[in-house]
Nanobody, 114 residues
């Protein structure tokens, strides 16, 4: 499974961005996908996940501001980020979970200025 993220960038506080994660390869094995982020000097943390049954889960810090969704026809998962805050600044990574393996994308930088 290969994952390619896009959509990061620089935005002012209160603004919005939409991240995309395009999956290719043995995608039929994927059971769930998610977005994680890592700020400088911090551990990587969960942002949001979505299962094959469209069950979603969010970190408390983004609940109500971020929305994870997917387009099966495009093999793509999205993260709509609204009301962005400076503390959302991080490298955002896409993750895919299969029965036996975990796959990560290369990451995309999101920077929120105050």
């Amino acid at each position: 499974v290969q994952l390619v993220e896009s959509g990061g960038g620089l935005v002012q506080a209160g603004g919005s961005l939409r991240l995309s994660c395009a999956a290719s390869g043995s995608i039929f094995n994927i059971r769930a996908m998610g977005w994680y982020r890592q700020a400088p000097g911090q551990q990587r943390e969960l942002v949001a996940t979505i299962t094959n049954g469209d069950s979603t889960n969010y970190a408390d810090s983004v609940e109500g501001r971020f929305t994870i969704s997917r387009d099966n026809a495009k093999n793509t998962v999205y993260l709509q980020m609204n009301s962005l805050k400076p503390e959302d600044t991080a490298v955002y990574y896409c993750k895919a979970l299969t029965g036996g393996y975990v796959y990560w994308g290369q990451g995309t930088q999101v920077t929120v200025s105050s």
